[in-house]
């Protein structure tokens, strides 16, 4: 269709891709999951295991779905019946997980703000009270104003365009957010602390921790539980099964390198998630020990950090503002590229201008993020999940989306790819131009065989069988 077309954009060249698709890699996952992965995992053990799967089964699986955009120039809801009729239906599951993530993702990216704003104006000694973190998300309305202030700015970016809005936001923001994850992370080694019964530990401590492999009680079970921790945190880190990098690669030009791009988004989230760890564990570690590393998610980021930026005084407060502007801006990459994932789907299954379907699609999101809110309040329920978690209603979206549909959509991406359109259909596509595709016996091992393997295990420890 003639608006189909008009409305098709694409990124200006290599870099404005990258780091489009780089931004959506780098998330909250990487902030948080990451360093407590690996420090649960013994440290540069994990970072060596998950380095390995990075550039074998992370790649594939990447790669894999930036060429069916490429190839198809159509969002994730629409590609896959360009590559075979009988399978239009797999569309379906990858419009549905963005659809799911989007809104509670908002509401998360809400709270960023509301503790960025806390630590901005100078009242970040408020943000560690006991019950602070609580009381904000049980409210009946500031949890909502700043899910609408965040949903807000994503809003903004995505209906400015793939280059006026998503490019030219991840060209200012990705290099910002590297320099201050790099800041901070510099400054954690330097950090020192005596606690009350006279132990003093450094910020160098904390890094060895992280850095330096520890095989004490390593069993051949444990090493698996390692490598499983790995394959899953990349999984999730490289916004994979999300239909992000489907709805990427179709705004990709086809005289870029494609293989060339796909490393360069995982030496970019790799890093972002290396320095993260860097930053995290011997800031943690300095302050509470090894213990304090045991804390995960909302807890680590909204009420662990915030008491130890507390405990460095007026320096403290600004470091605390900086990390939440990370945050932040970590957050909203993310969120942007989910919602761009929705919005293309719409602009070619029916044709819509960018301008309604991302009206449509922010709207209608809106609303599940008002449900996910009032979760907090006076919908709060406790639901025991599967994977032997309990949570209320953002836990179980997070739960259906990242356990159940992301793994299934990659297993049956894996055997479209490998086995009824044959390796070969994007082999083509990333070696257009006489490209030369280095890894190509590699990459057809991994799509055929041992990803689908991987993917199926992740499915059954998410279902909580393994």
């Known amino acids: 269709m003639e608006n189909e077309n008009k409305e098709r954009n694409s990124f200006t060249g290599s870099l404005g891709f990258v780091l489009a698709a780089a931004g959506s890699a780098v998330g909250l996952g990487n902030i948080w999951r990451f360093p407590y992965c690996a420090a649960k ?30 190839k198809t120039s159509q ?41 960025m704003v ?72 330097f950090l020192k602390h005596t606690d009350a019964e006279g132990i003093t530990r450094t910020g160098l401590q904390g890094a060895k921790i992280y850095l330096v492999p520890s095989f004490e009680g390593l069993t051949l079970k444990r090493f698996l539980q390692v490598c499983l921790d790995a394959i899953g945190q990349l999984f999730y880190s490289l916004s994979i099964a999300m239909g992000i990098m489907i709805a990427y690669g179709s705004y990709m030009k086809k005289d870029v390198k494609l293989e060339k791009s796909v490393n360069q988004i995982i030496a970019f989230d790799t890093g972002i998630a290396f320095f993260a760890g860097l930053m995290i564990i011997p800031t943690v570690f300095v302050f509470s020990g090894k213990e304090g590393l045991s804390s995960a998610g909302a807890s680590l980021i909204f009420v662990a950090l915030p008491k130890i930026f507390n405990s460095l005084g007026i320096f403290g407060h600004i470091l605390g503002a900086l990390f939440f502007l990370m945050v932040l801006f970590a957050a909203l990459t993310s969120a942007v590229s989910i919602l761009e994932a929705i919005t293309s789907s719409l602009i070619d299954k029916f044709g819509w201008s960018r301008k309604k379907s991302v009206l449509v699609m922010s709207a209608s999101t809106f609303v599940v993020s008002l449900i996910v809110c009032f979760g907090f309040n006076i919908w709060y329920f406790e639901l025991k999940l599967p994977n032997g978690g309990v949570g209320q209603i953002l836990d179980v979206l997070d739960y259906a989306s990242m356990n159940i549909l992301m ?7 894996c055997i479209l790819i490998g086995w009824v359109c044959k390796p070969k259909t994007l082999i083509d596509e990333i070696t257009l131009n ?33």
């Open 407 to 413: 793994p299934i959509i990659s297993i049956c991406t």
């Open 434 to 466: 006489g490209e030369k595709f280095g890894r190509v016996g590699l990459y057809t091992i991994m799509i055929k065989f041992v990803a689908p393997i991987l993917l199926f295990i992740i499915l059954l420890t998410g279902l909580g069988i393994l």
């Open 41 to 70: 995992d013994g440290g540069g053990l994990f970072l060596l295991i998950y380095l390995v799967f990075a550039i074998t089964f992370g790649f594939a699986l990447l790669i894999t779905e930036v060429a069916i955009g490429r």
């Open 118 to 189: 806390t630590y901005v104006i100078g009242k970040g000694a408020v943000a560690v009270q006991d019950g602070f973190f609580d009381a904000f998300t049980k409210g009946n309305w500031q949890p909502i104003v700043f899910t609408l202030i965040f949903a807000g700015a994503c809003f903004y970016i995505v209906y400015q365009g793939v280059e006026e809005g998503i490019e030219k936001f991840s060209k200012i923001l990705m290099p910002i957010l590297a320099v201050i994850v790099v800041f901070i992370a510099v400054y954690s080694l």
């Open 75 to 115: 969002g994730p809801l629409t590609a896959y019946r360009y590559l075979n009729k009988n399978w239009r239906w797999l569309g379906i599951f990858s419009f549905a997980v963005p659809f799911i993530i989007y809104p509670y993702y908002c509401v998360i990216g809400g709270w960023v703000i509301k503790y």
